[in-house]
């Protein structure tokens, strides 16, 4: 079964950190770019960061830009999002996607083939 599964998430303090995991399982990470995006309540899905199929080239928006950071880890099929000085407007469930891609570069938006089910980051005191 072709998968991606998120994890990491849960409830910090302002500007404390999270890392969360975006895992493969039925395929091989390494020739997909990923996205990251985030939903909040009563708000629209927004791309916020995505790597490309080598790790060499990332995007972030200016939201997240400093703060989150992209990396993958292709011996472990996972791509990870390093999330620090968390704001109480970061709180939203995350989601990664994959899409098929030859090109070491990506960016955040575009179509996807394959998404997790989220994984829900509340920041509040």
């Known amino acids: 079964q072709l998968q991606l599964v998120e994890s990491g998430g849960g409830l910090v303090q302002p500007g404390g950190s999270l890392r969360l995991s975006c895992a493969a399982s039925g395929f091989i990470l390494d020739d997909y770019a990923i996205r990251w995006f985030r939903q909040a309540p009563g708000k629209e899905r927004e791309g916020i960061s995505c790597?490309?199929?080598?790790?060499?080239?990332?995007n972030y928006v200016d939201s997240v830009k400093g703060r989150f950071t992209i990396f993958r880890d292709n011996a472990k099929n996972t791509v990870y999002l390093q999330m620090n000085s968390l704001k109480p407007e970061d709180t939203a469930v995350y989601y990664c996607?994959?899409?098929?891609?030859?090109?070491?570069?990506?960016?955040?938006?575009?179509?996807?083939?394959?998404w997790g089910q989220g994984t829900q980051v509340t920041v509040s005191s």
């Open positions: 996607a994959a899409r098929r891609s030859l090109q070491t570069m990506c960016v955040i938006g575009g179509k996807n083939d394959y």
């Open positions: 790597i490309g199929r080598s790790g060499a080239g990332t």
